[in-house]
Nanobody, 120 residues
């Protein structure tokens, strides 16, 4: 069955960096776009970043553009999110998602999430 497992979250001071990883299994990884989403307390889950099958095309929410970088390693079935210059408003549970075929912003399978907390 499809499984997505995130890791790398934690507590960091404002201005710091974290790198999230998401290990995928149970399906042909390089056949799907992948994405990262986040859900802050009291808010709906929101799109953060997406990446194409090969990794050649990436796109971001305006709130993270220039600070976050998404990448993938199809030999390891893993997608990453490098987060730099973190701000307190980046505090959220971050979810990895397999994107629906033909969609750029909708996930059809989700990981369990990893908590990112940015202190001021």
């Amino acid at each position: 069955q499809v499984q997505l497992v995130e890791s790398g979250g934690g507590l960091v001071q404002a201005g710091g960096s974290l790198r999230l990883s998401c290990a995928a299994s149970g399906y042909p990884f390089n056949f799907y776009r992948m994405g990262w989403f986040r859900q802050a307390p009291g808010k709906e889950r929101a799109f953060v970043s997406g990446i194409s099958f090969s990794g050649g095309n990436t796109y971001y929410a305006d709130s993270v553009k220039g600070r976050f970088t998404i990448s993938r390693d199809n030999t390891k079935n893993t997608v990453y999110l490098q987060m730099n210059s973190l701000k307190p408003e980046d505090t959220a549970v971050y979810y990895c998602a397999r994107l629906r075929p033909g969609e750029s912003y909708l996930g059809d399978c989700w990981g369990q999430g990893t908590q990112v907390t940015v202190s001021s």
